[in-house]
């Protein structure tokens, strides 16, 4: 999970979003649990509401023929947020090489942590362990230091293709960022919805905004793993009774301090563990927001496409809106 060894003494939480005692929140997890197995059994998780029929409805979203990022370029230098951030090193071509005639490649080497809390990257569906299982029940022991053998990043190796919804939350509440600490709350969305005029339905990716980038940029990195903004894990019965296929955030998804004293982060253990819901965690919407305003839309054609990497709990990923 994204962690920090030694995270610093949790801020105290808003009154105006209530900590959940381990015993409701798992009378959460087991509602939203068996809402889940109510579907079809695919081992994609809810990536069965995805449906061939959908996917070509979202096509019909793309307007103006606009493309756009949702991903953050890859960090690469150490910060609160990366104390091991990714590595790139350029292993040819040597300086005399580059001063020879013929032909040369310029070649280099990439490695990260894929799970960190600053990279933009999703998480398969074996990437959350509870109570010794994954998501549908699987054994936990089928995730070994050789692979996982289950639920892996294979199951979007053909990547996830369909409407994706943004909502603003800062937006909503006409601030620029939520502050480290502050929940997205299942009201928070409804209300979005309804400022935005837009409707999140059966198998859309959705993707909410807590301002996490444009705060970084704007203040510098903090160490998020003690303070961050999230979704409230009572947020999870809104995409439930919606029926969504996918959920990303500028933020970790999970709010720091957790909600749940015993559960780190509740949101991932209720999306990936419970749900079904592949997570993309550290987005950036800053581009994308003001082409949503300016066109009046905030729904697109989303194309995910992690790396093929088959036993991974995780990937680098680069979700491209198409409006």
């Known amino acids: 999970m994204d962690s920090h060894p030694h995270p610093p003494p949790p801020p105290p939480r808003s009154a105006a979003s209530p900590a959940l005692s381990e015993a409701a929140f798992r009378e959460l997890y087991g509602r939203l649990r068996d809402q889940a197995r109510d579907?079809?059994?695919?081992?994609?998780?809810?990536?069965?509401?995805?449906?061939?029929?959908r996917m070509v409805?979202?096509?019909?979203?793309?307007?103006?023929?606009?493309?756009?990022?949702?991903?953050?370029?890859?960090?690469?230098?150490?910060?609160?947020?990366?104390?091991?951030?990714?590595?790139h090193r350029m292993t040819a071509p040597t300086h005399r090489e580059?001063?020879?005639?013929?032909?040369?490649?310029?070649?280099?080497?990439?490695?990260?942590?894929?799970?960190?809390?600053?990279?933009?990257?999703l998480d398969a569906l074996c990437h959350v362990i509870f109570d010794g299982e994954l998501y549908g029940g699987v054994p936990a022991s089928t995730v070994t230091p050789d692979g996982a053998g289950a639920l892996t990043?294979?199951?979007?190796?053909?990547?996830?293709?369909?409407?994706?919804?943004?909502?603003?939350?800062?937006?909503?509440?006409?601030v620029p960022w939520l502050d480290p600490g502050d929940d997205v709350t299942a009201d928070d969305l409804v209300a979005a919805e309804t400022a935005q005029r837009t409707t999140v339905g059966p198998g859309d990716l959705l993707f909410v905004r807590v301002g996490h980038r444009l705060r970084r940029r704007t203040l510098g990195a903090w160490d998020v793993a003690g303070a961050r903004a999230g979704l409230h894990p009572?947020?999870?019965?809104?995409?439930?009774?919606?029926?969504?296929?996918?959920l990303g955030s500028d933020g970790n998804n999970d709010t720091a301090p957790s909600a749940v004293a015993e559960v780190p982060f509740p949101v991932h253990v209720l999306a990936v563990n419970a749900m079904g819901l592949h997570l993309m965690d550290y987005l950036d919407f800053e581009q994308l927001v003001?082409?949503?305003?300016?066109?009046?839309?905030?729904?697109?054609?989303?194309?995910?496409?992690?790396?093929?990497?088959?036993?991974?709990?995780?990937?680098?990923?680069?979700?491209?809106a198409v409006l």
């Open 57 to 87: 409805a979202a096509a019909a979203e793309v307007r103006c023929g606009r493309s756009v990022s949702l991903a953050a370029p890859i960090e690469t230098r150490p910060g609160p947020d990366s104390p091991e951030p990714a590595s």
């Open 234 to 246: 009572t947020a999870m019965r809104f995409l439930a009774e919606r029926r969504v296929s996918a």
């Open 153 to 174: 990043l294979d199951l979007v190796r053909d990547g996830i293709v369909g409407r994706g919804v943004l909502l603003d939350i800062p937006r909503l509440r006409a």
């Open 290 to 320: 003001p082409v949503c305003e300016q066109q009046g839309r905030w729904r697109f054609l989303c194309v995910v496409a992690p790396l093929r990497l088959p036993a991974a709990t995780g990937s680098p990923v680069n979700p491209i």
């Open 39 to 53: 579907g079809t059994g695919d081992p994609r998780g809810a990536l069965d509401r995805l449906t061939p029929e």
């Open 98 to 121: 580059t001063d020879g005639h013929g032909l040369r490649f310029a070649r280099d080497r990439f490695a990260m942590d894929v799970h960190g809390d600053v990279d933009s990257h």
